[in-house]
């Protein structure tokens, strides 16, 4: 089975509606000639209903940035798999770098947002990667192996549709990228790692996206490795200009 690869863009806390609204026209005409690939955006929560709007009837879907496991309760702050689907979405958002150093999310509460995801019929985006510190100290594979294991406790990959996102914590936002064999590197082994959680046949179908500065200029490379499926892009998603080059990546 080919792996159809996913260009996904993560607004994080940017763009009021209009703003929202705008950038949202212009990936649904960039996505329009793209084939044989498929693109989503994550706009903030308050942006969704607007955005919902924009790309229907497109081939763009629409992914929360993150959600709770309850479909409701008092749960201040957070928003629901239910909600997410009332308002168009079909993925969402667990686990981002972000939500681990910022807001302390460990693998337990990555976990239960997965799970919750996958039990009112969203799609997971499961992010995963080191910091500088865990690179620099050799133990990549060794926290790339506790996320995903800690991320999927639970989870049977044979009926779950999931999206992992190979994010390097030290190259988001900072301009800095992995090289290309870093990337390949650690695509391949978390690949191998879900065929020891599963089968390798369904690993092999899986897609493992790259996200960590991923821009026009180093897109094609990345996209051309044989176990990178797709990218989750952060800040040139905000750039109609450099998200829609990078939906249209030279294969």
Not at 19 to 32: G, I, K, T
């Amino acid at each position: 089975m080919e792996r159809i690869p996913l260009i996904a863009g993560n607004w994080k806390m940017h763009a009021t509606i209009a703003e929202a609204e705008r950038l949202a026209a212009a990936v649904v005409e960039a996505a329009r000639g793209a084939a044989g690939r498929e693109v989503m955006i994550a706009p903030p929560f308050t942006a969704l209903p607007a955005v919902a709007k924009v790309v229907a009837g497109s081939k763009v879907a629409l992914a929360g940035q993150n959600v709770c496991w309850e479909a409701q309760g008092a749960f201040t702050g957070e928003i629901s798999p239910i909600m997410l689907r009332e308002l168009g979405c079909s993925m969402a958002i667990v686990g981002h770098s972000e939500r681990r150093h910022v807001f302390g999310e460990g693998d337990a509460m990555v976990n239960k947002r997965l799970r919750g995801a996958l039990r009112f019929d969203l799609t997971p985006v499961l992010c995963v990667g080191e910091t500088i510190e865990e690179r620099e100290a050799g133990r990549t594979f060794e926290v790339l192996e506790r996320q995903v294991r800690g991320g999927l406790a639970g989870v049977d990959l044979a009926v779950s549709p999931l999206v992992v996102a190979y994010e390097p914590v030290w190259a988001i936002g900072t301009g800095k990228t992995a090289t290309i064999s870093q990337a390949q590197e650690a695509h391949a082994h978390v690949r191998d790692l879900l065929g020891r959680l599963s089968q390798k046949k369904i690993a092999a179908q899986l897609r493992i996206l790259y996200g960590g500065s991923v821009k026009p200029e180093n897109a094609d490379d990345l996209l051309r490795q044989p176990d990178i499926d797709g990218a989750l892009v952060g800040g040139a998603s905000l750039s109609p200009e450099s998200f829609g080059r990078i939906i249209n990546f030279q294969e």
